[in-house]
T-cell receptor, first 112, second 116 residues
Framework: DAKTTQPNSMESNEEEPVHLPCNHSTISGTDYIHWYRQLPSQGPEYVIH???SNVNNRMASLAIAEDRKSSTLILHRATLRDAAVYYCILRDSGGGADGLTFGKGTHLIIQP | NAGVMQNPRHLVRRRGQEARLRCSPM?????VYWYRQLPEEGLKFMVYLQKENIIDESGMPKERFSAEFPKEGPSILRIQQVVRGDSAAYFC??????????????FGEGSRLTVL
């Protein structure tokens, strides 16, 4: 899986939107962009994924740059329960059978 | 529909003992992945298994570690002669298929191994 770059940590206030950036300048045409998060003392949890178009689900939105070299996970209204480490991961759909490759992620801190 | 079940949630072993960690994937999933997370670090891929087959064990230490996923029963991650450096959280994930699959992996709550 190709490499991604994320800020080590970000801080936001409760009930405000949060924009978590991810750079993936070496992304290939068959790489999907996945986001997972890990709450303290829990296993990772799927958030959202996309290929080219922006995606929305009940948890978040994913904005993908036109050249696909970067993306942004958007939490529309952060709550204290959103405090977690967020991982941006590229997953090759071209035939790779292995699991996800996690980096260090972004530690999101939510202030009340 | 139960999620990925891992047990035990916490395991304490003394150096030199064996640790066995079990993972039951979600119903209908035949692909299992094991990850290790050392304290204050990210998750590292260890091994990927399909029923009765090891597909990718590139992240597995060459000695003392083994994994299996029998036709019947849970997947087992076995660590022989544990050392303090094996203390970590071990996570299992499952998916319904592999090649070309681009959807989510479903993770368990993890098994936390402490080696005294």
């Amino acid at each position: 899986d190709a490499k991604t770059t994320q800020p080590n940590s970000m801080e936001s206030n409760e009930e405000e939107p949060v924009h978590l950036p991810c750079n993936h300048s070496t992304i290939s045409g068959t790489d999907y962009i996945h986001w997972y998060r890990q709450l303290p003392s829990q296993g990772p949890e799927y958030v959202i994924h996309g290929l080219t178009s922006n995606v929305n689900n009940r948890m978040a939105s994913l904005a993908i740059a036109e050249d696909r070299k970067s993306s942004t996970l958007i939490l529309h209204r952060a709550t204290l329960r959103d405090a977690a480490v967020y991982y941006c991961i590229l997953r090759d759909s071209g035939g790779g059978a292995d699991g996800l490759t996690f980096g260090k992620g972004t530690h999101l801190i939510i202030q009340p | 529909n139960a999620g990925v079940m891992q047990n035990p949630r916490h395991l304490v072993r003394r150096r030199g003992q064996e640790a066995r960690l079990r993972c039951s994937p979600m119903k209908g999933h035949s692909h299992v992945y094991w990850y290790r997370q050392l304290p204050e670090e990210g998750l590292k891929f260890m091994v990927y298994l399909q029923k009765e087959n090891i597909i990718d064990e590139s992240g597995m230490p060459k000695e003392r570690f083994s994994a299996e996923f029998p036709k019947e029963g849970p997947s087992i991650l076995r660590i022989q002669q544990v050392v303090r450096g094996d203390s970590a959280a071990y996570f299992c994930a499952s998916s319904p298929r592999a090649l070309g699959y681009t959807g989510e992996l479903f993770f368990g709550e993890g098994s936390r191994l402490t080696v005294l």
